[in-house]
């Protein structure tokens, strides 16, 4: 399988088109606020930056802190969204591995919701946190919060899950993992009266290690990592992982 294409038939711009992006504020996660809570201390009186900042489900509540937000966003759909909540939000439509942010010296740079892995090789997961740690403020951080790929493979190759079961709508996540590419390829097959619908999206999962040498080589070290942003300890247990970076030097 070529690396950089991944599923076949996949386009990941598809997976965050009008459609997801008119739905995806109805299926928050519940940690919105203690996410933002988490942010904010870190930005203190400085500027964010969120990659992949999507329709502001971060970003929005970091906003209403007194934190000033911008952002990075491939997604124009997405963007829409945003903007019709926050209308002078300053957002950079691109590539979060490439693109350039509309300020600089960022006091924080984030990017949460195992988004990394959006980015299917390793050559453009390493771009991305090089992009971040040039936008940092020399006393800046730059935090990543992803899946543990054991808590969530549980030493599975293939596997279906049901996600919602009603009387007139079946929702099943179909997966595939290959342990060679490190993608994960996944979809959310909507079964109704109203016939299917798919919900293709790709992941490249990576270990809280391997992140660890992609800071590196961006001139950052690991500062701290928590299992969540309620700053629970990290163990091997844990099924996700936050991790703050600094500048190394």
Not at 217 to 239: D, Q
Not at 242 to 249: E, H, I, T
Request: charged share 25%.
């Amino acid at each position: 399988m070529d690396e950089a294409r991944g599923m076949d038939g996949f386009d990941p711009m598809s997976s965050f088109g009008p459609e997801v992006a008119e739905q995806y504020d109805d299926h928050l996660r519940g940690d919105e606020d203690v996410t933002a809570d988490f942010l904010a201390d870190l930005a203190g009186d400085g500027t964010a930056l969120e990659l992949a900042i999507g329709t502001g489900r971060v970003a929005v509540p970091l906003m209403d802190r007194g934190v000033q937000v911008d952002g990075i966003e491939q997604s124009q759909a997405m963007t829409d969204r945003l903007l019709a909540k926050r209308p002078g939000a300053r957002v950079t439509l691109g590539d979060m591995a490439c693109a350039d942010a509309p300020g600089d010296d960022y006091r924080l740079v984030f990017l949460v919701f195992n988004t990394i892995g959006n980015l299917l090789t390793q050559d453009d997961q390493v771009r991305c946190f090089q992009n971040a740690s040039r936008h940092l403020a020399q006393d800046g951080v730059f935090v990543v919060e992803n899946l543990v790929p054991t808590a969530h493979l549980e030493g599975r190759s293939q596997f279906v899950e049901a996600e919602r079961v009603t009387a007139g709508e079946v929702v099943l996540d179909v997966n595939r993992y290959d342990p060679v590419t490190q993608q994960l390829q996944e979809n959310h097959v909507r079964i109704s009266a109203a016939g299917i619908r798919m919900g293709p999206i790709a992941q490249r999962l990576t270990f809280p290690s391997e992140l660890d040498l992609m800071a590196r080589l961006a001139g950052l070290r690991l500062a701290h990592r928590w299992g969540g942003f309620a700053g629970e300890p990290f163990t091997a247990r844990s099924e996700r992982h936050v991790s703050v970076y600094a500048r190394a030097s």
